[in-house]
Nanobody, 124 residues
Framework: QVQLVESGGGLVQAGGSLRLSCAAS????????VGWFRQAPGKEREFVAT????????KYADSVKGRFTISRDNAKNTGYLQMNSLKPEDTAVYYC?????????????????WGQGTQVTVSS
């Protein structure tokens, strides 16, 4: 079992930056791929980025490529999402998720564990 807790959300002006963290419990974190998703009011949860268990492979949504960077530190059982050049349309609740290692996927239903989410609000 893996428990995930996100932090680092907040209110930021357009063009600003935030770094989200995803702290995981359990000694098997390093065997899981980590994904970040977001959900805005009235919209479906959408894929943002994912990283392999080793950190060697990543995948991004087109909407965040070049602005967001996903990373992880297995020694600290923590995943990260660095968000730069934020836009008002990035406003959403951001969730981290874990999936047993395998191919990188962008479908929420294929992830095994989820955090409770952290709010990111970008003002114009």
């Amino acid at each position: 079992q893996v428990q995930l807790v996100e932090s680092g959300g907040g209110l930021v002006q357009a063009g600003g930056s935030l770094r989200l963290s995803c702290a995981a419990s359990g000694r098997t974190f390093s065997t899981y791929n980590v994904g970040w998703f977001r959900q805005a009011p009235g919209k479906e949860r959408e894929f943002v980025a994912t990283i392999s268990w080793s950190g060697g492979n990543t995948k991004y949504a087109d909407s965040v490529k070049g602005r967001f960077t996903i990373s992880r530190d297995n020694a600290k059982n923590t995943g990260y999402l660095q968000m730069n050049s934020l836009k008002p349309e990035d406003t959403a609740v951001y969730y981290c998720a874990a999936r047993r290692s395998g191919i990188l996927v962008d479908v929420p239903s294929l992830y095994d564990y989820w955090g409770q989410g952290t709010q990111v609000t970008v003002s114009s």
